[in-house]
């Protein structure tokens, strides 16, 4: 139960309250959004600066690197935004664009 680890291990950069809710954000609660995967991110970066490259495209409600339990990125994140328009437009900016000497893959979130 609990032997040598710390139980904040491997815990994801959050910023933002509640759930992530379903593929377009939506959460049970009438409010909408729509989540975005961001691939093939640097390992060893902490990626400063990729929140406010996504918030240009509009309003970022939620921000996570999952890390791992040694504390590094695990070379993705996930953005949630207000409105899917938004979402579309930083696909279409972002998507295959340099960030810390990788290209991103970025696209809609596909989770179930």
């Known amino acids: 139960s609990g032997k040598g680890k710390d139980r904040g ?22 409010k909408g959004g ?3 995967y961001c691939g093939n991110l640097p390992f060893r970066s902490d990626c400063s600066g990729l929140e406010d490259r ?18 590094s990125g695990k070379g993705f994140a996930l953005v949630l935004f ?7 437009a930083a696909i279409e900016g972002l998507n295959d664009t340099e960030f810390e000497g ?9 989770f179930a």
């Not at 918030?55 to 504390?71: L, W, Y």
């Not at 207000?82 to 579309?88: F, P």
Request: proline residues 2%; charged residues 40%.
């Open 54 to 71: 996504f918030a240009e495209f509009g309003e970022v409600v939620r921000f996570d690197i999952p890390q791992d339990q040694k504390g």
């Open 102 to 110: 990788r290209y991103m893959k970025v696209r809609m979130d596909s």
């Open 9 to 30: 291990e491997g815990k994801a950069n959050r910023k933002g309250k509640g759930d992530y809710g379903d593929r377009k954000g939506n959460k049970g609660e009438g």
């Open 34 to 36: 729509c989540m975005v």
């Open 82 to 88: 207000s409105k899917e328009v938004q979402a579309q």
